[in-house]
């Protein structure tokens, strides 16, 4: 078990090597969002900006106009719902090199409750015109996908979870040519294609076992990217196996369950279909592994939904 | 380079009426847009961009550029009218100002014009920007300045104030901050929408240099910025005292010109009004 978040705070201490115009922010969060690891390592380069996150934001996007590469940390409930408007204008409408990268996202957050659990983040930054949004599913794709992050121009967000995962991808070389834009296929399979994004792969290669032992295929899709949505690999899917289950630590309103349907009805792909997600309610506080069974958001569930889907 | 700057007040007090006369014109072919608190910032910008600031036409990235933030977004007309008459972009734009397929939109976007240093429109937010900004310079160690102007009734936005706690915390002199103090937002008097005083007091005890002048005053004005860039460890605030809709008679003072063009008739009158106040000027030895 690796959490995400360290990865996070390691490959910053990595980039700002390269990166010398590499700037980091925090909303007094630091020590959960794992920035501190660069705050130790280039303090001239680490902004502490308090409790306010609107200022941080904008204030991220006026480094970047001057050429900085700011990395803006917090947790994700206050990095978008909280600013959202500063976002929209000086972030995302400017096109300002800003990385947005929130922990804490979801509801395994768990005993905090709902007013920490962000459930719509993804719908809100994809919703942004010129906004790219991943969800990175482990310690080591997160790794991959920040580096990219800090190469590639434009404004893009990230949100990981709170807690320790399981590695999907134990070495490096698994993810070789990892793309923002481009999903991965981490499981063949001809039955059922399940589309998943951050903390909900491990979930889905759990339940590709579970369906493997009772002679159902299922593909398993890592879509770290959920916008730009790889279309290609969606239809494919769509094409070449019975069903598709998407599943993500979120709203089914907005995130990525909600893409890959508006893709399928605009392409008028006929195929089963299902959103694995938050069905538009706010959950409560609990310990994460009884959320997530309680609001259906494991393999379990996945399982019982990809045989019903199946069936019909 | 196009000769644009200078120190001769009188010629600054044209420059001046030209930017107001700019303003009456763009808004009113636009049919939209906000009158009032674009006539009380002219003499601000124009002491800025026609003498204190550095910053040049032809260079409108130069990483050692003075910036000017307009946090006051709907005052885009005459933050337009100063860029076009310093040589940012051609005077004929300004008539295209609100159009469709126009880079002159209704707030302005950093993205379209050169010389627009951030996109503004939604209150609030243009002093964060400049901080963003101070701090890259001070990282870098270079010289260039930051000046933001703000709405009064902007202040009422929460991020004025945690942006004021920042730009004081970090120590950033090199942001100069102004209030176009003009007592009118569109609701009324800002008195009476949402109390503002004491702004002096209030500034203050975030850690800012407040310095107040008269904001139709262009030396009086430029004096100001002086005495604000040389000031160190805290960044400094200028109130403007100005009147709402200054330089057309029946637009002084009247909130119902915050957000409304001018008919033809008051077009005319205050057009006619602007060259009476042009001549007297050019009369002047």
Known sequence: ?312 | MKHFKTTDINELNLIAVKIRKHIIEMLYRAKSGHPGGSLSAVEALVALYFNHMNHNPEKPYDPDRDRFILSKGHAAPVLYAALAECGYFDIKELKNLRQIECKLQGHPVCTYVPGVEASTGSLGHGLSFANGVALAGKLDKKNYKVYAMMGDGETGEGQIWEAAASASHYKLDNITAMIDRNYLQIDGRTEDVLRLESVRDRWSAFGWNVIETEGHDIEKIIKALKEADAHKKQPSLIVLHTVKGKGVSFMENNVDFHGVPPNEMEYKLAIEELNLIQKKLEALP
Do not use: W
């Open chain 1, 1 to 312: 078990m690796v959490n995400p978040r360290n990865a996070y705070g390691e490959t910053l201490v990595e980039l700002g090597k390269k990166h010398p115009n590499l700037v980091v922010l925090d909303a007094d969060l630091s020590k959960s969002t794992k920035t501190i690891m660069f705050a130790k390592e280039y303090p001239e380069r680490f902004f502490e900006m308090g409790i306010a996150e609107a200022n941080m934001i904008t204030t991220a996007a006026g480094l970047a106009s001057c050429g900085k590469l700011p990395f803006v940390s917090t947790f994700a409930v206050f990095a978008t719902g909280r600013v959202y408007d500063q976002i929209r204008l000086d972030i995302a409408y400017s096109r300002a090199n800003v990385k947005i990268f929130a922990t804490h996202g979801g509801i395994s957050v768990g005993k905090d409750g709902v007013s920490h659990q962000m459930i719509e983040d993804i719908a809100l930054m994809r919703a942004l015109p010129n906004m790219t949004v991943i969800a990175p599913s482990d310690a080591t794709q997160t790794r991959e996908l920040v580096k990219l992050m800090a190469t590639k121009k434009g404004p893009m967000y990230a949100r990981v979870g709170r807690a320790n995962a399981p590695l999907i991808y134990e070495k490096k070389n698994d993810l070789n040519n990892i793309q923002i834009g481009k999903g991965m296929t981490v499981i063949d399979g001809s039955d059922i294609s399940i589309i998943a994004c951050g903390t909900m792969v491990e979930p889905a290669l759990e339940a590709q076992e579970t369906l493997k032992k009772e002679g159902i295929k299922a593909r398993i899709i890592d879509m770290h990217t959920i916008k730009p949505l790889d279309e290609k690999l969606v239809t494919q899917c769509a094409k070449e196996t019975n069903a598709i289950i998407t599943a993500e630590e979120h709203s089914v309103i907005g995130g990525l369950g909600a893409a890959v349907a508006e893709l399928i009805a605009e392409k008028n792909i006929c195929t089963k279909f299902y959103r694995l997600g938050i069905r538009d309610i706010f959950c409560e506080s609990g310990d994460p592994a009884d959320l997530l069974e309680k609001y259906e958001l494991n393999s379990k569930h996945i399982v019982r939904k990809a045989k019903k889907l199946l069936k019909n």
